[in-house]
C-alpha cells in the first residue's frame, strides 16, 4: 500500500478529514470506553462540564488581512449546576495548510527548506509548505506546493490546478497505484490551539522516482532548498517549527523500527 496513515486510514475522504479520522480511528469500544470514564472523572468536582457542547453566541470579524482574519467571540459553557457563564475570546482565522517532509529513498536524503519566517523574523529552516486554495484536499496541496516550491513531480500524480486530473479522487487513487512514491500522513494538527483554528496536515513523502522541473514563487516568495542527510536532520540544522519537528519525530520512529526488523531478521 503506498498511501499510509499514523490513524490506519488509507481513503482520500480521511484524509481531506484527518482530525476527525484520528479520533474515529483512536475510539476502539475499549478505548472509547476509557476515555469516557476518564472524562468524567476529571469532570467530577468541576464547575464547568466539560462533557457540555460549548456555544458560540456572537461572532464578529474586527481584522481581515491577506491570510487571516480575526474574529471576536462570546461563547457560553454550561456548569454543572444547571447554570452558565459567558466568556470572550479572539480566533485567528487561518485556511487549512499542509507541510511535506520529502525523503529521496535512493540515496536516503531529505528536502531541507531555508526562508524568511515573520513570527520569529529570521531565515528558518523547514520543509516545503504552503495554505491549501479553496476547494482543494491536503493530497491536492501538497503534490502541487511541491512542484512550485521544489520542482519535484511524482510520475502519473497530478500537480497543476489546470490539470483536468487536478482532482482529490483522482490523486488519492493515483498515489495508492502508485511504485514510485509512499505517503505516510501523519495527521492534522493545530498550529495553536489556543487562538487558531489553522489545522495542518503533515506528511511523509518517500519517493522512490521522480522529476525535477521549475520552481514557482510568489513575487515575494524567496525559498532556498536542498538534499541533506538524516544526521543533519538530527544533529546540525537549527528547527524551530514546531510542525518541522513533528515530522522530524515520527520519521525517526519509523527509521528506529525499521532499523529493529532488520537487526531481528
Not at 235 to 244: C, D, F, Y
Request: proline share 4%; aromatic share 6%; net charge negative.
Amino acid at each position: 500500500m503506498n498511501l499510509t496513515s499514523h490513524y490506519s486510514s488509507s481513503s482520500h475522504t480521511d484524509i481531506a478529514n484527518a482530525a476527525n479520522t484520528a479520533n474515529a480511528a483512536n475510539t476502539s469500544p475499549s478505548r472509547h470506553n476509557a476515555l469516557e470514564k476518564l472524562e468524567k472523572r476529571l469532570n467530577e468536582g468541576s464547575r464547568i462540564d466539560m462533557l457540555s457542547q460549548p456555544e458560540i453566541i456572537s461572532s464578529r470579524r474586527v481584522y481581515q488581512g491577506r491570510i487571516f482574519a480575526v474574529d471576536d467571540q462570546q461563547i457560553r459553557l454550561q456548569q454543572t449546576d444547571g447554570g452558565s457563564t459567558q466568556i470572550g475570546r479572539q480566533i485567528v482565522r487561518h485556511d487549512h495548510s499542509v507541510v511535506m517532509m520529502v525523503h529521496n529513498v535512493a540515496n536516503d536524503t531529505y528536502i531541507l527548506e531555508r526562508e524568511y519566517r515573520v513570527g520569529s523574523n529570521s531565515y528558518a529552516y523547514g520543509f516545503p509548505a504552503g495554505l491549501c486554495d479553496p476547494h482543494e484536499s491536503p493530497l491536492q496541496s501538497a503534490f502541487r506546493e511541491l512542484r512550485e516550491e521544489t520542482g519535484i513531480t511524482v510520475p502519473g500524480i497530478p500537480n497543476k490546478r489546470s490539470d483536468p486530473a487536478f482532482t482529490a479522487d483522482h490523486i488519492a487513487h493515483a498515489v495508492q497505484a502508485s511504485a514510485d512514491i509512499d505517503v505516510d500522513v501523519i495527521g492534522d494538527f493545530y498550529s495553536s490551539i489556543g487562538m487558531t483554528d489553522e489545522l495542518t496536515t503533515v506528511m511523509v513523502f518517500h519517493l522512490h522516482h521522480f522529476d525535477v522541473g521549475e520552481r514557482e514563487f510568489d513575487p515575494d516568495e524567496h525559498v532556498e532548498s536542498g538534499w541533506v542527510t538524516w544526521d543533519d536532520l538530527l544533529h546540525t540544522v537549527p528547527i524551530i517549527s514546531t510542525n518541522t519537528v513533528l515530522a522530524i519525530q515520527h520519521e525517526h520512529i519509523r527509521r528506529l523500527k525499521d532499523q529493529l526488523t532488520r537487526s531481528n531478521q
